[in-house]
């Protein structure tokens, strides 16, 4: 993946802090449409998010447009989502280079979609959670280090200093369920734009199943309040430097962990494992043939619909 650039031209890292608030960012009621763009890859939530988004911005008044690009036939594809609101909006798309604030629910997606950013004054808001294509394994070693979406958060601060980085997935998991990661980060995007929290509950109570609103609801608050007190806190230490100046680690056979009233048996990880070393036994739950074959490529886990396994190496 090639080194990310946005715009023309860059800020310098020292010009604002990261995690700030930005500067000149245009509002509404300037007239000018602030643009939002969300981006990830299909199963994540791209499109339910905007349409919260939207669906606040309509409730405080403004016209929104609202273009997006999805209907996956599997997880793993790119989706995206323009929002724009303001007194008048006259086109759904945002041109690239005038992004206000990028919302990136997977890493790679992020650096992907930097060109789209406001060179200067735009915010980038991004889960560090890599899921990775399946054929960027190819031909991969035992321990090799991961090389897609090289970039650590350090380097994407110094292109972005106002940018927020976290593992939003870990903290929905440490919530209660790692499908909310995208309303933690539409948490934190609450914090970037002008609208009250208590908007915002309203409306994730509204487009949320019933059985999840608590759970919604908290997981708004939670990446709401990390994004308030993001500005006082040092960016958090990215996994692909630290690793890039270590040795690579000694490869040991992996193990699966699986939840196997979870699992469905729809066999996407059996055919999706480089190493064929997946099955499904004789109850359709898929288990480990070979330890020695998994490389711990964790392809299973990311693509896994149902979240029924987790790869220990």
Not at 109 to 120: C, I, K, S, T, Y
Not at 184 to 193: D, F, P, R
Not at 272 to 289: D, G, W
């Amino acid at each position: 993946m090639s080194e990310p650039q946005i715009g023309d031209s860059l800020p310098a890292a020292g010009d604002a802090a990261h995690g700030s608030a930005p500067e000149t960012r245009p509002t509404p009621d300037s007239g000018t449409p602030t643009n939002v763009l969300i981006v990830g890859v299909g199963g994540q939530g791209v499109i339910l998010i905007s349409k919260m988004l939207a669906r606040v911005c309509q409730r405080r008044g403004f016209q929104v447009k609202q273009s997006e690009v999805h209907g996956m036939a599997k997880r793993g594809g790119v989706v995206f989502s323009h929002v724009r609101y303001g007194k008048e909006v006259w086109s759904p798309t945002i041109p690239a280079g005038e992004v206000d604030v990028l919302v990136a629910l997977e890493w790679a997606e992020g650096q992907r979609w930097l060109p789209f950013l406001r060179a200067g004054s735009g915010t980038l808001i991004c889960d560090t959670q890599r899921i990775v294509p399946p054929f960027a394994f190819l031909d991969r070693k035992r321990g090799a280090l991961p090389q897609y979406a090289p970039a650590s958060v350090e380097a994407i601060a110094r292109l972005v200093p106002n940018s927020y980085a976290i593992d939003a997935t870990d903290l929905a998991k440490r919530i209660g369920n790692a499908r909310i990661a995208n309303t933690v980060l539409l948490g934190i995007l609450s914090a970037s734009l002008p609208f009250p929290v208590e908007e915002w509950l309203e409306v994730v109570q509204e487009f949320v199943p019933p059985r999840t609103i608590e759970l919604n609801r908290r997981a708004l608050l939670e990446g709401r309040a990390w994004a308030e007190q993001a500005h006082a806190r040092e960016p958090q230490a990215a996994p692909a430097e630290a690793a890039a100046s270590a040795p690579a680690p000694a490869w040991g056979p992996a193990t699966l962990e699986i939840i196997a009233a979870w699992c469905k048996g729809c066999d996407i990880c059996v055919k999706m494992c480089p190493e064929r070393c997946l099955r499904l036994n004789a109850h359709q739950v898929v288990e480990l043939t070979d330890p020695a074959l998994c490389t711990g490529c964790r392809i299973c886990e990311q693509l896994c619909p149902d979240f029924a396994i987790t790869v220990n190496t």
